[in-house]
């Protein structure tokens, strides 16, 4: 990818052809070793997943980068979601670009020091995203293009050290996606699944979680969002769904992380830019103890490789 500054998508797009078959297969060699250079530094790569739309993933992402960071670690957060991205309007770095030098394209610091790379940065507000081709009637990436785009934008994002990186994955319009794109992360420490406890909801997360399994990714949990209201005058909670995350948890034999409530008060931050930081929030400590959790997890499997 050239690192002229003016470049946007259509310049991406522009090197994305598929007449020589030859050709594709040497670009994509090519940036599959420029991703695992661009990550070398990286000690954990964590992807939080789900396969089910609307189950508030990107909040579930956005706030456990935050926790990590909370914790003194180096964070970094990657929206890989090309029709939707929405981390950086929710962390108050919409309108930010990334900064390209020789040495790659560098994220933009938001909140508590977390680097953040997302697609949003090479949107234009007033420009849909679409893709045209042949048959220019979808108003939304192709499979394919959306595919090579997304390697081509990790080939190019300068980390440096970090001591986690999140990517928020696309629910997608199949439960294989996310996984595929998972795929493309080189050493990834594990996949942390969000889902809300309706039986809709753990239909299509389950479906999701056996094909990132086939396809070798290590889950290390689910969290259970939505899993109640807090009332903004209160605190009080109360139930919002009804669904048993537990038992879901019990046939896939994977420890449930955590449960974190509808919280109106801590979304409205998030919408306006300006995101709730108070430590002792009691919604953001519960996603301090998921953090926590998964730390624990990642400890233990590193403990368990040396062991081997």
């Known amino acids: 990818m050239d690192m002229a500054p003016e ?3 259509k310049t991406i797009l522009g090197k994305l052809q598929y007449s020589d078959d030859a050709k594709v297969i040497q670009q994509i060699t090519e940036q599959t070793k420029q991703v695992h250079a661009r990550m070398a530094g990286i000690k954990h790569k964590l992807v939080v997943m789900s396969g089910k739309g609307g189950v508030g993933k ?3 992402t956005v706030n456990l980068a935050l926790a990590f ?9 990657l929206d890989v979601d090309l029709n939707g991205p929405c981390v950086p309007r929710m962390l108050g770095l919409h309108g930010h670009q990334l900064t390209m030098t020789p ?9 508590l020091g977390v680097k ?8 234009d507000d007033a420009s849909p995203v679409r893709w045209k081709g042949p048959m220019d009637v979808s108003p939304v990436w192709l499979g394919l293009m959306e595919m090579n785009v997304i ?4 080939a190019d994002v300068a980390w440096g050290e970090l001591d986690y990186l999140l990517a928020d994955l696309p629910p997608g319009a199949a439960a294989d996606k996310p996984p595929v794109i998972a795929g493309f992360i080189p050493d990834l420490a ?4 969000v889902t809300t406890p309706s039986e809709v909801a753990s239909d299509v997360v389950q479906k999701s979680v056996t094909y990132a ?16 209201y807090r009332c903004p005058s209160c605190g009080e909670l109360n139930e919002l769904f009804e669904g048993n995350t537990e038992a879901m948890c019990e046939v896939l034999d994977l420890p449930l992380l955590g449960r974190i409530p509808f919280d109106r008060k801590l979304a409205r931050t998030f919408d306006k830019g300006a995101p709730l930081l108070d430590e002792s929030y009691p919604t953001i400590q519960r996603y301090q103890e998921i953090a926590g959790r998964i730390r624990t997890l990642l400890d233990y499997k590193k403990v368990l490789a040396e062991k081997l």
């Open 7 to 9: 470049k946007d998508l």
């Open 58 to 60: 990107s909040m579930t």
């Open 69 to 77: 960071a909370r914790q003194g670690s180096q964070v970094g957060l």
């Open 103 to 111: 040495q790659g394209a560098v994220p933009p610091t938001g909140p």
């Open 116 to 123: 953040v790379a997302s697609m949003d940065f090479f949107l």
């Open 151 to 154: 390697r081509e934008f990790l």
């Open 190 to 193: 594990g996949a942390i699944v």
């Open 213 to 228: 399994r086939d396809m070798g990714i290590k889950v290390l949990g689910i969290v259970e969002n939505m899993s109640e």
